[in-house]
């Protein structure tokens, strides 16, 4: 298929999906090199090898999964132009982003009670990069929570129908990657030692 063929609405929709997809492949370099060097750092003589994540970044995986299925059911109800459930779907996805979050901040804590600061003398290396790796993932789900409540003052405003979804569709995937991306990370820092 031709990119430059098309009606300039067209046009339009694949110039943004295709910024979507461009950032979406800079974060996940950007991921992946983290991941890399964490992997790399755990030859190290000072690294932490009986670490177990907390309890929190458990709950809260559970909790960014369930928002990746509210707003699938979501858009779902918004393709049947049911706006009263698409609604309540997109308040319980940004619930469970803002739940997410209070569950990683949680988990901070956890790692902080057991002696462990980002840096300063109570810091560790292991720590560091699990300090550093989650808190850029949330500054991401950040983002998706504003985008989100684009999309809900949008959804309000009756912007969106069948025939229009590409706002909502764009935040729905990146609200998936942010989540595909925890999932990944979340089973990287519980399993690589």
Same mark, same amino acid.
């Given at each position: ?33 983290? $991941? ?24 809260? $995986? ?66 560091? +990069? ?42 729905? $995937? ?9 999932? +990944? ?9």
């Amino acid at each position: 298929m031709d990119l430059t063929q098309g009606t300039a609405k067209e046009k339009n929709i694949r110039a943004k999906k295709m910024m979507l997809w461009f950032g979406i492949m800079s974060l996940i370099m950007s991921f992946a090199a983290w $991941t890399s060097a964490f992997i790399v750092s755990s030859s190290r003589p000072d690294w932490l090898k009986d670490f177990q994540l907390p309890n929190s970044f458990i709950l809260s $995986t559970v909790f960014i999964i369930l928002s990746s299925v509210s707003f699938i059911l979501a858009k779902r109800a918004l393709r049947n132009n049911n706006n009263k459930i698409t609604t309540i779907w997109l308040l319980v996805t940004l619930v469970l982003g803002v739940v997410f979050i209070y569950n990683q901040l949680m988990g901070f804590q956890e790692i902080i009670n057991q002696g462990y600061n980002f840096t300063g003398p109570t810091s560790n290396v292991t720590m560091s +990069y699990i300090y550093l790796i989650a808190m850029v993932h949330i500054l991401h789900v950040v983002v998706g929570i504003i985008s989100l409540l684009v999309v809900i003052y949008n959804h309000f405003k009756q912007k969106y129908d069948v025939s229009n979804m590409l706002g909502f569709e764009l935040s729905l $995937t990146f609200w998936h990657f942010i989540d595909i991306l925890w999932i +990944y990370l979340f089973l990287f820092l519980y399993f690589v030692k």
